[in-house]
């Protein structure tokens, strides 16, 4: 059977991208899919296409927080709605890129510890000491290294330009913004959030487990 292929744009800012974070392990086996990670910013996406954030809309920030209660309480996931939101994370997504040309297979790991670090403890993720505290594992001395000097580099800010950019002009509006490709034929889709894993496993025809199977948590209680 042929390979399914996910590219998952994505900036930690969101919310909805740090849950989807957490699922991607299983994901990645249930869906039969090799997964890109792209870090772009969020930022420049919400600029061009005109989108505003929930926090500027009170309805939608309102409903947000109570989606986000929801999810937690069916996957298990830990969240605490971070006390500063959003952060600016134009230095943590260039930061990601850097990790993803210098350490491929270990994005995902950066990337989910620095959501942790915002969602989980509320940390602001934008400030380079969070982000050399949350990715200790990687070497502070190294994370610092790539902040000061890596993160700098005219390389490295246009490659998140492009990535963002590449992501608008396929549609995106926000993040976690998924594009799949099927194995079996080489058709693709597009998917925004962390609730549309039951219409993935439907383009890609496979089994559909449950939002419960994608993590390893205990369930906990609204």
């Not at 940390?123 to 990715?135: K, N």
């Not at 290294?145 to 005219?154: A, I, N, T």
């Not at 925004?192 to 948590?217: N, S, W």
Request: charged fraction near 25%.
């Amino acid at each position: 059977m042929a390979k399914n292929h996910i590219t998952l744009f994505y900036d930690v800012v969101s919310p909805f991208t740090y849950m989807g974070l957490e699922c991607l392990g299983k994901l990645k086996t249930y869906y039969n899919a090799d997964i890109t990670l792209e870090p772009f910013f969020l930022g420049g996406i919400m600029e061009t296409t005109g989108n505003k954030p929930p926090a500027a809309v009170p309805n939608k920030g309102a409903y947000m927080k109570l989606d986000l209660i929801r999810y937690a309480a069916i996957t298990g996931v830990p969240h605490k709605h971070p006390s500063m939101f959003p952060a600016f994370t134009l230095p943590t997504q260039r930061l990601l890129r850097v990790i993803k040309a210098q350490e491929p297979d270990r994005l995902h790991e950066a990337s989910l510890a620095l959501a942790r670090a915002y969602f989980v403890e509320d940390r602001d993720i934008g400030q380079p000491a969070v982000m050399v505290s949350a990715l200790e594992f990687l070497g502070k001395g190294r994370v610092q290294q790539w902040l000061d000097v890596d993160c700098k580099s005219p390389k490295i800010k246009e490659e998140l330009v492009a990535v963002t950019k590449r992501a608008m002009e396929n549609g995106c509006f926000g993040s976690p913004w998924w594009e799949v490709k099927r194995g079996r034929d080489g058709k693709e889709d597009k998917y925004f959030g962390c609730d549309r894993f039951e219409h993935m496993a439907e383009f890609l025809e496979v089994p559909y487990p449950g939002l419960r199977a994608f993590t390893e948590y205990p369930k906990s209680k609204l």
